[in-house]
């Protein structure tokens, strides 16, 4: 996984103090100025979403405006899962 966060600039993973990700922690990705991919970190499984905030600021700390499970136990080794990724990145 760790070649996914570094191929596609995600952040360095952080705790949610938000609650929207029951305090497990969080790596983002920027998409715009107010949409961002999120990948949350749960036990050893990871789960990818889509998300608008207000601000990059508020990332972990507040509630997301819109938030979009994409991927649930996202797995790089399964083509749809990689595609997935792309499809909001590229």
């Known amino acids: 996984m760790t070649n996914v966060f570094l191929y596609y600039n995600f952040s360095p993973f952080v705790k949610d103090a938000s609650g929207a ?29 889509v998300s ?10 507040q509630k997301p405006v819109i938030l979009e499970l994409v991927i649930e136990n996202y797995d790089k080794s399964i083509p749809e899962h990689r595609v997935a990724i792309r499809r909001y990145i590229e």
């Open 21 to 49: 990700f029951s305090g497990n922690e969080i790596s983002f990705t920027e998409l715009n100025t107010e949409h961002f991919l999120i990948f949350e970190k749960s036990n050893d499984t990871y789960n990818l979403y």
């Open 52 to 61: 608008k905030f207000n601000s990059k600021k508020d990332i972990g700390l």
